[in-house]
Nanobody
Framework: QVQLAESGGGSVKAGGSLRLACKFS????????MAWFRQTPGMGRERVAT???????NYAYITKGRFILSRDNTENTLFLQMSRLGPEDTATYYC??????????????????WGQGTQVTVSS
């Protein structure tokens, strides 16, 4: 079972930046997806960005070119660099993991392993 631990959340003013990190435990398989989601109270989790084992990345429209997903495999860490933040980006951000033995697209797949989340608050 992969373990995930997010960090890097905080409070910033509109227009500011934050870098989220997700430390993950090693996975023995070769095909997998990782993703960042976010959730606000009363709403479901919405997909922010996904990455597969070959570093193929997809972004949700909500990122509007402001977010960059990356991964450091030597440090087992997934990052989400967020810039030009607005109050609409206020949410709890979650890291997720899912094996994909049948090469299901990472943007379409359902995720079953989650971190505890990190809060991002953007004030106007």
């Amino acid at each position: 079972q992969v373990q995930l631990a997010e960090s890097g959340g905080g409070s910033v003013k509109a227009g500011g930046s934050l870098r989220l990190a997700c430390k993950f435990s090693p996975y023995g398989g070769s095909q997998y997806c990782m993703a960042w989601f976010r959730q606000t109270p009363g709403m479901g989790r919405e997909r922010v960005a996904t990455i597969d084992e070959d570093d193929s990345i997809n972004y949700a429209y909500i990122t509007k070119g402001r977010f960059i997903l990356s991964r450091d495999n030597t440090e087992n860490t997934l990052f989400l660099q967020m810039s030009r933040l607005g109050p609409e980006d206020t949410a709890t951000y979650y890291c997720a993991f899912e094996p994909r033995p049948d090469y299901t697209g990472c943007f379409e797949t359902s995720y079953r392993t989650w971190g505890q989340g990190t809060q991002v608050t953007v004030s106007s």
